[in-house]
């Protein structure tokens, strides 16, 4: 059965706004958007919404709930995230470290990496328990007591990871032509390894001591 349509317009605002919002998922489409272009941007924003499916899932079938009442699984997801990300920045690092001097850009390896965007940017949202606690306050809120609660959700699930793929790509392509510039003054195709593994680093970090 369909949520409420009247609450329908609430709920698309407040799904913009949150969309819009900073977050981990937005540093990546941002930085890889700007560093290696539209598609790359949009490949992390297909991820990100797949991750938004399976979140939509997961809460219809009471995981959000069981989180909530069992901190210790949050905390498990959280620092696997954590050393996921840890280990994404290491080995940008390691690649930025062995090819820094080099004086053309490493197209394979470049098109190697895209080849694991969908999934990157699918563990990225996935592996944070905030995430799906998030979906399992957020759905609830808009839905009716008079209703089938499971199917509610799926619908407004799908409508949010929607409306984030759709701003998700406007961001891919406004942080891709501004990579364009950028690229056009500075030498960033050498340096993106190395900012990328300082990134993921940067988001280890965050996961691991946020509560």
């Keep these: 059965m369909m949520p409420e349509l009247t609450i329908l317009p609430l709920f698309l605002i407040t799904t913009l706004l949150l969309a819009i919002s900073p977050g981990p998922d937005l540093v990546l489409i941002s930085a890889y958007s700007s560093g290696q272009g539209f598609m790359s941007g949009a ?9 938004g499916i399976v979140q939509t899932l997961a809460v219809a079938l009471g995981l ?21 990300l840890a280990w994404l920045g290491a080995i940008m690092l390691k690649s930025w470290w062995v090819n820094k001097n080099a004086t053309t850009i490493n197209t394979n390896h470049h098109e190697n990496m895209n080849r694991g965007l969908v999934l990157k ?3 990225n949202n996935l592996m944070n328990p905030k995430a799906l606690l998030f979906f399992s306050v957020f759905l609830v809120q808009f839905t009716q007591v008079n ?3 499971t199917s509610q959700i799926l619908i407004l699930g799908v409508l ?9 790509l406007i961001f891919a392509i406004s942080f891709s032509k501004l990579g364009k510039v950028l690229a056009g003054r500075f030498r960033l195709g050498h340096h993106f390894d190395g ?8 988001l280890a970090a965050r996961l691991a001591i946020s509560k």
Excluded: D, W
């Design 195 to 202: 900012v990328l593994g300082a990134l993921f680093l940067a």
């Design 147 to 149: 209703a089938s609660l």
């Design 160 to 168: 949010l990871s929607t409306v984030v793929l759709s701003v998700n």
């Design 121 to 123: 940017g699918f563990l």
């Design 43 to 51: 490949r992390i924003a297909l991820g990100i919404f797949l991750a």
């Design 64 to 84: 959000g709930q069981l989180m909530q009442q069992f901190p210790p699984i949050v905390t498990a997801i959280k620092l696997l995230g954590a050393l996921y």
